[in-house]
T-cell receptor
Framework: GENVGLHLPTLSVQEGDNSIINCAYS??????FIWYKQESGKGPQFIID?????DKRQGQRVTVLLNKTVKHLSLQIAATQPGDSAVYFC???????????FGKGTLLTVNP | DAGVIQSPRHEVTEMGQEVTLRCKPI?????LFWYRQTMMRGLELLIY????????DSGMPEDRFSAKMPNASFSTLKIQPSEPRDSAVYFC???????????FGPGTRLTVL
């Protein structure tokens, strides 16, 4: 079946560096994508989303890029801080207005 | 704003016992979701309610799992009998509308011995 996956299971960066977390998806019908952050012991928290009619969207210190040609999604975090340490999930929605399919997640560790 | 509330936060039980997980969605939200998270399978949707009615239960693994939503402010997920392979973190999420942003609760970590 269709699935959403991540290229890198772990990422370690120095405080102040920029981080890039990648995600590949296979459902060409997906039209809405979300990045979630999950800190230890907590539920996933919405970070930023993007619709398929866009290729870039910016938030506060975060940017999501969407390449529909190669079915690739990335999350860029600028000036990474220790508080950014968490597992990051991409999720996609396609075919229904409620069902999210989550990737396996990438663990981001920020070294002080 | 209290967010989505789940209880208990941790549950340890023995195989064969009944387990009931509870969820209070954010007030005013009409959509409620139960998810299960494991290392092997990641985050999976178990069941989705809209206006207290189960709309999609295709993710419920087997008949041992059941979920109810008797009113707009309360839902339960029950496992009977529980098995060790049910050990996971179970999340409840709610959204204002079916396609809206989903807000997750803190989860219940279930361990079945």
């Amino acid at each position: 079946g269709e699935n959403v996956g991540l290229h890198l299971p772990t990422l370690s960066v120095q405080e102040g560096d920029n981080s890039i977390i990648n995600c590949a998806y296979s459902n060409s019908a997906s039209d809405y994508f979300i990045w979630y952050k999950q800190e230890s012991g907590k539920g996933p928290q919405f970070i930023i989303d993007i619709r398929s009619n866009m290729d870039k969207r910016q938030g506060q210190r975060v940017t999501v890029l969407l390449n529909k040609t190669v079915k690739h999604l990335s999350l860029q975090i600028a000036a990474t801080q220790p508080g950014d340490s968490a597992v990051y999930f991409c999720a996609e929605k396609g075919g229904s207005n409620y069902k999210l399919t989550f990737g396996k997640g990438t663990l981001l560790t920020v070294n002080p | 704003d209290a967010g989505v509330i789940q209880s208990p936060r941790h549950e340890v039980t023995e195989m064969g016992q009944e387990v009931t997980l509870r969820c209070k969605p954010i007030s005013g939200h009409n959509s409620l979701f139960w998810y299960r998270q494991t290392m092997m399978r990641g985050l999976e949707l178990l069941i989705y309610f809209n206006n207290n009615v189960p709309i999609d239960d295709s993710g419920m693994p087997e008949d041992r799992f059941s979920a109810k939503m008797p009113n707009a402010s309360f839902s339960t997920l029950k496992i009977q009998p529980s098995e060790p392979r049910d050990s996971a973190v179970y999340f409840c999420a709610s959204s204002y509308q079916a396609g809206g942003e989903q807000f997750f609760g803190p989860g219940t970590r279930l361990t079945v011995l």
